[in-house]
């Protein structure tokens, strides 16, 4: 054993004594693997199935590493339960073990934090004058103020007293709309600034997958400088960078720019902008009722539509011209002044360059018309090939999740996000090359190792997955009535007690009106998720209440931690492959059929046996949890590509016998119900 495993194996340890947990082997396992990587400088994929523990196994050997590390995560749950339970539970042991203060923070975009300077300035912009038209804000908005003026507050959007968002966005800027610290009044008081500055000496520092995908992709610092960055829920930093760097020219967004520029810049030329942002929304009013007419412009458009290119091109130019006349004002004003200056122009100059990159998508980009927001958006193909060059040739990079393989293979993740797989890299192209040091061209994205520690979690004997062989194929329609009838029962022999995933929002509508027929006298809480809800009250509320049935859709699948009666039965309506008129997907998917590959193998199968395996394993949550997964698509047991996919999910033992998974589910409801629960 090697001193480092040694230190990080201790250190684990004394992390795990001081939460009051039990040593396990895939931690250690993970945790000594990730200590190697951040000591040789090499990159690792480690699979950490549920219940392993994988926070701490990365936690402490980058505590313990000595050098500063980025740890960047998808969601904010798990970015919050770093930062305010994780890392504050082991840092007095870790600090004891290692003889040294350990140092952590959070690092958030500009505008998730209260701007002192926008919301004390004499000067109205359009954002505050909105609050004014609305009284009812009123109230909001001084509950926001009080809390500012409060003592020793964060300034954080997560932190503060609930509003409405346009109270906030009306007292929040954006970076490009931010004057800077040094130029701001308030700069040594400001929020953003500070957790900035916290940010910059911390050992560890907390951040989310979008932050760092801009810095990526822009190729611009953001971030405090690291020495080696770790993904955690890492199946999902592809889509997550593709979100972050997807352009979208909005109605709303042009109009607000054009009114700030008509404020600040009252004349000709920010009149001609105020025109064109008009005939903007009128030109996409029409193409919004064109698209009601003729399908064929919905979604994925080869080119951008004839009619909304003058339109464009108008915003284009009059924005720029605000611009060259904001450029020319370099009169020194007071603080108010020069920060709307600021805003003003990082408003429009924002306008102008989506504009510009619209008005000429290259080959490599995918642009599209959702007709449900009217509006267009603008897409990398692919993300692969700048997160190898401006990530994984820069630092070793840790990616971790509960589900990284498909098929149990780590290819397809690996790919995604940028790693060379199955090729030479361009970095061992010569033995003159491999003869010079690694530091003269950086890391090598094909010097990655890959590991599977496995879970605690005996899913042969905790749970069964139900795989019915008799019902219809979905449809475009939403679930078969004989899925919707094999739901209801399965869901009266539990007791209630399910977690029930629709991969679209049809199902969850129709689920919702035939289980309240059927389910009727069984007097069930059915929680019904609809468009805009709050995840995590439905989940508490599903969690309080052990025979209620909690219906949803995608933002169900992952990241849902129920553990006990609550949840012994998860059903899944069909398997989440992508909707063949998704714009990105379906393109990606068609540049790998026109390249002699499979779209479907190489796109469409890995990222439906990634969130099944992630809805699947929203089941056993403890070593004490047990219950039945039933996933209602026949395809999984009759098409070829189901082995993919059962391969993908934890071990489950596998049944298409109805009346025994019945029979269990009964027999759970029966225990639990005797005691009570």
């Known amino acids: 054993m090697s001193d480092a495993q040694a230190k990080v194996r201790s250190a684990l340890d004394a992390a795990v004594a001081a939460i009051g947990g039990k040593p396990r082997v895939g931690q250690m396992e993970m945790a000594e693997a990730v200590a190697n990587a951040l000591s040789d400088r090499h990159h690792l994929l480690v699979q950490a199935g549920t219940g392993t523990g994988k926070s701490l196994a990365y936690l402490v050997p980058a505590l313990a590493h000595g050098k500063k590390v980025l740890v960047a995560t998808a969601t904010l749950a798990l970015q919050r339960q770093l930062v305010e339970r994780d890392l504050p539970r082991i840092k007095a042991a870790l600090e004891k073990e290692l003889n040294r203060e350990l140092t952590f923070a959070v690092y958030k975009g500009v505008g998730n ?17 909105i609050l004014l038209e609305i009284g009812a804000l009123e109230k909001d908005a001084k509950r926001l103020r009080a809390w500012a003026e409060t003592p020793g507050i964060s300034g954080d959007k997560d932190d503060a007293p609930e509003v409405d968002r346009r109270v906030w966005f009306a007292n929040a800027v954006s970076g490009r709309e931010c004057m800077g610290a040094d130029e701001c009044p308030f700069g040594t008081v400001c929020f953003s600034a500070n957790a900035k500055a916290k940010a910059q000496k911390a050992d ?95 979604g994925r458009l080869p080119d951008l539509p004839a009619q909304l290119e003058a339109p464009i091109r108008n915003v284009k130019d009059s924005a720029q011209a605000v611009i060259a006349q904001i450029n020319k004002d370099s009169e020194i004003l007071d603080p108010d002044s020069m920060a709307e200056r600021i805003r003003v122009k990082g408003a429009v100059n924002e306008i102008m360059q989506i504009a510009t990159k619209m008005l000429r998508p290259g080959s490599s980009q995918v642009l599209w018309f959702d007709q449900a927001f009217s509006t267009l958006y603008l897409a990398p193909l692919s993300v692969s090939a700048v997160l190898r060059e401006n990530l994984l040739t820069r630092t070793p990079v840790i990616a971790t999740s509960a589900t990284l393989s498909v098929g149990k293979s780590f290819d397809a993740i690996a790919k995604s996000i940028g790693f060379v ?59 078969a009535p004989e899925a919707l009838t094999e739901l209801g029962e399965l869901i009266e022999a539990a007791g209630g007690r399910t977690l029930a995933l629709f991969s679209s929002w049809r199902g969850v509508e129709m689920a919702d009106i035939h289980l309240r027929k059927v389910l009727a006298e069984l007097k069930l809480p059915i929680i019904t998720q609809k468009r805009g809800d709050s995840v995590g009250s439905l989940v508490d509320r599903f969690a309080k209440e052990p025979t209620s049935i909690l219906l949803g859709t995608i933002s169900l699948w992952q990241g849902i931690d129920v553990p006990g009666p609550s949840c012994t039965l998860v059903a899944i309506d069909r398997i989440p492959f992508p909707r063949p008129d998704e714009p990105v997907m379906s393109a990606r998917a068609a540049a790998a059929d026109a390249t002699g590959g499979s779209g479907f193998m190489q796109v469409s ?40 996919l059962l391969n993908s999910m934890p071990p489950f033992w596998r049944t298409s016998d109805g009346a025994i998974i019945r029979d269990s589910l009964k027999r759970l409801h029966s225990e639990f119900s005797e005691q009570g629960l």
């Open 204 to 298: 560890v520092v907390v951040t989310n997958h979008t932050l760092l995908a801009i810095e990526i992709v822009e190729s611009h610092p953001i971030l405090p400088e690291r020495d080696a960055v770790i993904l955690d829920e890492a199946h999902e930093f592809m889509d997550r960078t593709t979100q972050a760097v997807t352009e979208e020219l909005t109605v709303g967004r042009v109009e607000r720019s054009a009114k700030m520029a008509k404020k600040y810049l009252p004349g000709k030329i920010a009149d001609t902008f105020a025109k064109a942002a008009d005939k903007y929304a009128e030109s996409i009013k029409e193409f919004s009722q064109d698209v009601r007419t003729n399908l064929a412009l919905a």
């Open 421 to 479: 797989v199955g090729e030479p890299s361009r970095f061992s192209e010569s033995a003159e090359e491999e003869s010079e040091s690694e530091d003269d061209f950086g890391i090598d994205p094909s010097n990655v190792q890959m590991l599977d520690v496995g879970s605690p979690f005996d899913f042969a004997n905790q749970g069964m997955l139900y795989l019915p062989r008799n019902i219809p194929e979905p449809g475009r329609d939403g679930p």
């Open 605 to 644: 199968l890995p990222r439906a046996a990634l969130l099944l395996a992630q809805g699947t394993g929203r089941l056993i949550r403890s070593t004490e949890d047990r219950g039945v997964v039933a996933i209602l698509d026949s395809r999984i047991v009759t098409k070829r590509y189901g082995s993919v």
């Open 113 to 129: 934090y209260l701007c002192l300077q926008k919301m004390n300035s004499s000067v109205a912009d359009p954002d505050g004058e």
